[in-house]
C-alpha cells in the first residue's frame, strides 16, 4: 500500500486546520440532535396516529415498533430521464425493507429540473437555485423525526447536492444515495457532435439535429455523456455514499435490483447506530476524495461550485486554491465523452470506477481511510459487483478494458487533474485543460463583450466574431441572474476554432462538464454585478488567457472606469420569485448559495 500523496497530505492538513472551528460546531450539532431524537414510544399518540395512517400494511409493524424505519427522500420525475425509474422505487424498497423487519416510508419529495431541457432558455435562470430548494425540500421531508436511516434517490445536476447539503443537517442518521443508472448508449458521440456544429453552421436543419439529439437521449437513465449528472455518481462512489460499484449500473437490470436492495438491507443494518452516520462519513477526507475522484476523471466543472457548497454544509472549507493544488498531482486515468470517444457505459464495461479507486489507493492518490456506509474502507470500492445467480458478490476488477479510456495512474492521460484555478486582475475562475489542446492553453486578444448569451449567437451568425477573440460573457453570475449555464456557447465557438480562430471565453456564468474543447474562464468570481472587473471591461480591451500559469488578465486600466450598469432582472418563468435567492447569494467559490449564505455555514 503507497503512502499518501504528500501535497494531498498537506492539501487535507490545510483543510482540516481551517475547518477546525465549523466542523466541531457541526458535530457537536450532531452528535446534540442524537442525543435528543425522540423515543417514537413516548412520542403523542395523535403524532403517530398522523404518520402511520398512510402505512396500510407497515402499520402494524411501526405501531409495535418491531424494526428501524427508513425515509426515503425521492426526487422522481417522469420529465427528467434519470429520475424516471424512480416511480416505482418506494414499493419494491418497501419489500426489501420488510425482508429484514424494517419498514419504509416516502419521507419527500424534490423538485427535479434538468439543465438539458432548460439549456439557453430563460428557465436556466432557476438552475442553481434549485440546489437551494432541493436541500430545504430535503430538510422538510426529514423535520418529521419519524425516521431511522435515510435513502437518498437522485442522480442529476443539482439534484445531489442539494440532497447532501439538506441530508448533511440531518446528519446524525445512517444515509446512502440509491443511483437509478445510465439509459443504453445511443448514436455515437462524434457524430452527435458532428451534427450540432453542422447545425451551428446553417448546414443541417431542425429536423435532422432533433433526430439526432433523440438518438442520443433516448430512453429512461442518466443522459451517458460525462457531465454533472454522472460526475456527481462518481463523487458518490469516492465519498463511499453508494452500495460498492452502483454508479454506473442500467436501470431496469438484475443487477440494479439487486445493489437497491442491498442499499436497504445495510441502512436497516446500520439503523439505531452511531458508527457510520452521515456526518462522520462526511467529513475532510472524504470532500477531498470527492475532488480527487473529478480531477482524475475529467469531470465537471460545475462541481467546483457544488464541492464547496457540500462541504460548508458538513462544516468544512474547501476552495478552489485547494482543488488547484490537488490537480496538480493527480492523474487524468480516465477519457469520458467529451474528454473521449466512449461514454459512461463504455467507462463502466472497461472498468469504471472500481477500475478507477483501485489506481487512485494505489498510488496514494485518494484516502483510503474514510468511513463509508459500507463495511471497512474505502478499498470496497475498487471492486465491481456482479450477480453469482442470484447473489450480489464483488470482484476484482484486473487491467483496464479499453486504454483508450482508462489508464493507470502510473502512465495517465496526462499528468494533472486539469482543473485550473486561473486569477489575475479579471478576478478568479476555472480553466478545465483537460478538455483542451494543450497548444490552445494560452489565448490572448482583443475581447468582445456581451451581457446577453444571446447575444453571443446573433454576432457570431452575422461574421462578427471571425477573428482571433476573446468572447466575455458577464452580468451571468449568482447575483446577477442565478448564473445560468451557457453550453450553448459551446457550437458557435467551436466553430470558430475550427476555422484557424485562437478563441476563448471568460464569464461569470457556468459551463458543464459538456463544456468541450474551447479554452475558458468560466465562474470569473467576484461577478461582475456589483462592481466585478468584469463589469469594466469594453470591447477591444486585450485579455491574456493561460491555463500553464495560472493567469486571468487584462493590459487595461480598470481602475479608472466606472463599472458597466446592469438591466434590471428579468421577471416571467418563475425567475421574480427567486429574486431572494440572487439578493442573498455569495460567490460562486463559497457555492453561490443564497440558503448557506444566510444560515452562516
Given at each position: 500500500?503507497?503512502?499518501?500523496?504528500?501535497?494531498?497530505?498537506?492539501?487535507?492538513?490545510?483543510?482540516?486546520?481551517?475547518?477546525?472551528?465549523t466542523?466541531?460546531?457541526?458535530?457537536?450539532?450532531?452528535?446534540?440532535?442524537?442525543?435528543?431524537?425522540?423515543?417514537?414510544?413516548?412520542?403523542?399518540?395523535?403524532?403517530?396516529?398522523?404518520?402511520?395512517?398512510?402505512?396500510?400494511?407497515?402499520?402494524?409493524?411501526?405501531?409495535?415498533?418491531?424494526?428501524?424505519?427508513?425515509?426515503?427522500?425521492?426526487?422522481?420525475?417522469?420529465m427528467?430521464?434519470?429520475?424516471?425509474?424512480?416511480?416505482?422505487?418506494?414499493?419494491?424498497?418497501?419489500?426489501?425493507?420488510?425482508?429484514?423487519?424494517?419498514?419504509?416510508?416516502?419521507?419527500?419529495?424534490?423538485?427535479?429540473?434538468?439543465?438539458?431541457?432548460?439549456?439557453?432558455?430563460?428557465?436556466?435562470?432557476?438552475?442553481?437555485?434549485?440546489?437551494?430548494?432541493?436541500?430545504?425540500?430535503?430538510?422538510?421531508?426529514?423535520?418529521?423525526?419519524?425516521?431511522?436511516?435515510?435513502?437518498?434517490?437522485?442522480?442529476?445536476?443539482?439534484?445531489?447536492?442539494?440532497?447532501?447539503?439538506?441530508?448533511?443537517?440531518?446528519?446524525?442518521?445512517?444515509?446512502?444515495?440509491v443511483?437509478?443508472?445510465?439509459?443504453?448508449?445511443?448514436?455515437?458521440?462524434?457524430?452527435?457532435?458532428?451534427?450540432?456544429?453542422?447545425?451551428?453552421?446553417?448546414?443541417?436543419?431542425?429536423?435532422?439535429?432533433?433526430?439526432?439529439?433523440?438518438?442520443?437521449?433516448?430512453?429512461?437513465?442518466?443522459?451517458t455523456?460525462?457531465?454533472?449528472?454522472?460526475?456527481?455518481?462518481?463523487?458518490?462512489?469516492?465519498?463511499?455514499?453508494?452500495?460498492?460499484?452502483?454508479?454506473?449500473?442500467?436501470?431496469?437490470?438484475?443487477?440494479?435490483?439487486?445493489?437497491?436492495?442491498?442499499?436497504v438491507?445495510?441502512l436497516?443494518?446500520?439503523?439505531?447506530?452511531?458508527?457510520?452516520?452521515?456526518a462522520?462519513?462526511?467529513?475532510?477526507?472524504?470532500?477531498?476524495?470527492?475532488a480527487?475522484?473529478?480531477?482524475?476523471?475529467?469531470?465537471?466543472?460545475?462541481?467546483?461550485?457544488?464541492?464547496?457548497?457540500?462541504?460548508?454544509?458538513?462544516?468544512?472549507?474547501?476552495?478552489?486554491?485547494?482543488?488547484?493544488?490537488?490537480?496538480?498531482?493527480?492523474?487524468?486515468?480516465?477519457?469520458?465523452?467529451?474528454?473521449?470517444?466512449?461514454?459512461?457505459?463504455?467507462?463502466?464495461?472497461?472498468?469504471?470506477m472500481?477500475?478507477?479507486?483501485?489506481?487512485?489507493?494505489?498510488?496514494?492518490?485518494?484516502?483510503?481511510?474514510?468511513?463509508?456506509?459500507?463495511?471497512?474502507?474505502?478499498?470496497?470500492?475498487?471492486?465491481?459487483?456482479?450477480?453469482?445467480?442470484?447473489?450480489?458478490?464483488w470482484?476484482?476488477?484486473?487491467?483496464?478494458?479499453?486504454?483508450?479510456?482508462?489508464?493507470?495512474?502510473?502512465?495517465?492521460?496526462?499528468?494533472?487533474?486539469?482543473?485550473?484555478?486561473?486569477?489575475?486582475?479579471?478576478?478568479?475562475?476555472?480553466?478545465k485543460?483537460?478538455?483542451v489542446?494543450?497548444?490552445?492553453?494560452?489565448?490572448?486578444?482583443?475581447?468582445?463583450?456581451?451581457?446577453?448569451?444571446?447575444?453571443?449567437?446573433?454576432?457570431?451568425?452575422?461574421?462578427?466574431?471571425?477573428?482571433?477573440?476573446?468572447?466575455?460573457?458577464?452580468?451571468?453570475?449568482?447575483?446577477?441572474?442565478?448564473?445560468?449555464?451557457?453550453?450553448?456557447?459551446?457550437?458557435?465557438?467551436?466553430?470558430?476554432?475550427?476555422?484557424?480562430?485562437?478563441?476563448?471565453l471568460?464569464?461569470?456564468?457556468?459551463?458543464?462538464?459538456?463544456?468541450?474543447?474551447?479554452?475558458a474562464?468560466?465562474?470569473?468570481?467576484?461577478?461582475?454585478?456589483?462592481g466585478?472587473?468584469?463589469?469594466?471591461?469594453?470591447?477591444?480591451?486585450?485579455?491574456?488567457?493561460?491555463?500553464?500559469?495560472?493567469?486571468?488578465?487584462?493590459?487595461?486600466?480598470?481602475?479608472?472606469?466606472?463599472?458597466?450598469?446592469?438591466?434590471?432582472?428579468?421577471?416571467?418563468?418563475?425567475?421574480?420569485?427567486?429574486?431572494?435567492?440572487?439578493?442573498?447569494?455569495?460567490?460562486?467559490?463559497?457555492?453561490?448559495?443564497?440558503?448557506?449564505?444566510?444560515?452562516?455555514?
Amino acid at each position: 500500500m503507497s503512502e499518501l500523496n504528500p501535497v494531498i497530505a498537506r492539501v487535507t492538513k490545510r483543510v482540516i486546520e481551517k475547518s477546525r472551528g465549523t466542523r466541531s460546531a457541526y458535530l457537536d450539532l450532531m452528535e446534540r440532535e442524537a442525543d435528543r431524537a425522540p423515543d417514537r414510544s413516548q412520542v403523542s399518540c395523535s403524532n403517530l396516529a398522523h404518520a402511520f395512517a398512510g402505512a396500510l400494511e407497515d402499520q402494524a409493524a411501526m405501531k409495535a415498533g418491531r424494526g428501524p424505519n427508513i425515509g426515503i427522500v425521492t426526487s422522481y420525475n417522469d420529465m427528467l430521464s434519470a429520475h424516471q425509474p424512480y416511480g416505482r422505487y418506494p414499493e419494491r424498497m418497501k419489500v426489501y425493507a420488510r425482508e429484514v423487519g424494517a419498514t419504509a416510508q416516502v419521507a419527500g419529495a424534490t423538485p427535479a429540473m434538468c439543465d438539458g431541457v432548460t439549456q439557453g432558455e430563460d428557465g436556466m435562470e432557476l438552475s442553481l437555485f434549485s440546489r437551494d430548494v432541493i436541500a430545504l425540500s430535503t430538510g422538510v421531508a426529514l423535520s418529521h423525526a419519524m425516521y431511522d436511516g435515510v435513502a437518498l434517490l437522485g442522480i442529476c445536476d443539482k439534484i445531489v447536492p442539494g440532497l447532501m447539503i439538506g441530508a448533511l443537517r440531518f446528519g446524525h442518521l445512517p444515509a446512502i444515495f440509491v443511483p437509478s443508472g445510465p439509459m443504453p448508449s445511443g448514436i455515437a458521440n462524434k457524430e452527435k457532435q458532428r451534427v450540432r456544429q453542422l447545425y451551428a453552421e446553417g448546414k443541417v436543419g431542425r429536423d435532422e439535429l432533433l433526430a439526432s439529439e433523440m438518438g442520443s437521449y433516448h430512453s429512461p437513465g442518466t443522459c451517458t455523456f460525462y457531465g454533472t449528472a454522472n460526475s456527481n455518481q462518481m463523487m458518490m462512489e469516492m465519498m463511499g455514499l453508494h452500495i460498492p460499484g452502483s454508479a454506473f449500473v442500467q436501470p431496469g437490470t438484475k443487477l440494479r435490483q439487486a445493489l437497491d436492495r442491498a442499499a436497504v438491507h445495510r441502512l436497516a443494518a446500520l439503523a439505531g447506530t452511531r458508527e457510520r452516520t452521515m456526518a462522520k462519513c462526511v467529513d475532510e477526507k472524504a470532500i477531498i476524495n470527492a475532488a480527487i475522484g473529478l480531477l482524475s476523471t475529467g469531470g465537471s466543472t460545475n462541481h467546483a461550485i457544488h464541492i464547496p457548497a457540500m462541504a460548508r454544509a458538513a462544516g468544512v472549507q474547501f476552495d478552489w486554491d485547494d482543488l488547484s493544488e490537488l490537480s496538480s498531482v493527480v492523474p487524468l486515468v480516465a477519457r469520458v465523452y467529451p474528454n473521449g470517444a466512449g461514454d459512461v457505459n463504455h467507462f463502466h464495461e472497461a472498468g469504471g470506477m472500481g477500475y478507477v479507486i483501485g489506481e487512485l489507493l494505489s498510488e496514494g492518490l485518494a484516502h483510503r481511510d474514510i468511513l463509508t456506509v459500507w463495511d471497512g474502507d474505502l478499498s470496497a470500492y475498487a471492486n465491481e459487483p456482479g450477480l453469482d445467480g442470484e447473489e450480489l458478490v464483488w470482484r476484482e476488477v484486473g487491467a483496464s478494458g479499453d486504454p483508450e479510456m482508462l489508464r493507470p495512474a502510473s502512465d495517465p492521460f496526462q499528468p494533472d487533474g486539469g482543473m485550473r484555478l486561473v486569477q489575475g486582475n479579471l478576478g478568479r475562475g476555472c480553466f478545465k485543460s483537460s478538455a483542451v489542446e494543450r497548444e490552445r492553453w494560452t489565448i490572448e486578444a482583443p475581447c468582445r463583450v456581451f451581457d446577453e448569451q444571446a447575444d453571443v449567437t446573433k454576432a457570431f451568425k452575422a461574421g462578427e466574431l471571425d477573428r482571433d477573440v476573446v468572447v466575455v460573457v458577464r452580468f451571468q453570475g449568482p447575483r446577477a441572474n442565478g448564473m445560468p449555464e451557457l453550453h450553448k456557447l459551446t457550437p458557435p465557438l467551436g466553430v470558430l476554432q475550427d476555422r484557424g480562430y485562437r478563441v476563448a471565453l471568460v464569464t461569470d456564468g457556468r459551463m458543464s462538464g459538456a463544456s468541450g474543447k474551447v479554452p475558458a474562464a468560466i465562474h470569473v468570481t467576484p461577478e461582475a454585478l456589483g462592481g466585478g472587473p468584469l463589469s469594466k471591461l469594453r470591447d477591444g480591451d486585450v485579455v491574456r488567457l493561460c491555463a500553464a500559469t495560472g493567469e486571468l488578465s487584462t493590459t487595461a486600466d480598470l481602475a479608472a472606469r466606472e463599472a458597466a450598469s446592469y438591466p434590471s432582472p428579468a421577471s416571467g418563468v418563475g425567475r421574480e420569485i427567486f429574486a431572494m435567492f440572487r439578493n442573498m447569494a455569495d460567490g460562486a467559490e463559497k457555492g453561490g448559495s443564497a440558503m448557506l449564505a444566510t444560515s452562516g455555514l
